[in-house]
Nanobody
């Protein structure tokens, strides 16, 4: 069982930055691939970024590539999402998720989810 708690969301001006954190409970964090997803009102949950369990290989949605960076600290049981050059269309509830499988952009392949953190981008 893995419990995930996101933090770091808030209100930021367009062009600004935020760093989201996701703290995980449990001693098996390092065995899970981790992903970030987001969901805006009236839209489906969409993939943002993912990182493999041990090698730290990363994957990004085209919409955030070059602006967002996912990283993990297995010693701290935490995964991060550094978001730079934020745009109004980045506004959403951001969720972190853990997968026992190879990182993927498909939400159904993830086993555990956090409660989400709101990101609002003012234009």
């Amino acid at each position: 069982q893995v419990q995930l708690v996101e933090s770091g969301g808030g209100l930021v001006q367009a062009g600004g930055s935020l760093r989201l954190s996701c703290a995980a409970s449990g001693r098996t964090f390092s065995t899970y691939a981790m992903g970030w997803f987001r969901q805006a009102p009236g839209k489906e949950r969409e993939f943002v970024a993912a990182v493999t369990a041990r090698s730290g290989r990363t994957f990004y949605a085209d919409s955030v590539k070059g602006r967002f960076t996912i990283s993990r600290d297995n010693a701290q049981n935490t995964v991060y999402l550094q978001m730079n050059s934020l745009k109004p269309e980045d506004a959403a509830v951001y969720y972190c998720a853990a997968s026992s499988q190879v990182p993927t952009g498909t939400p159904s392949r993830y086993d555990y989810w956090g409660q989400g953190t709101q990101v609002t981008v003012a234009s």
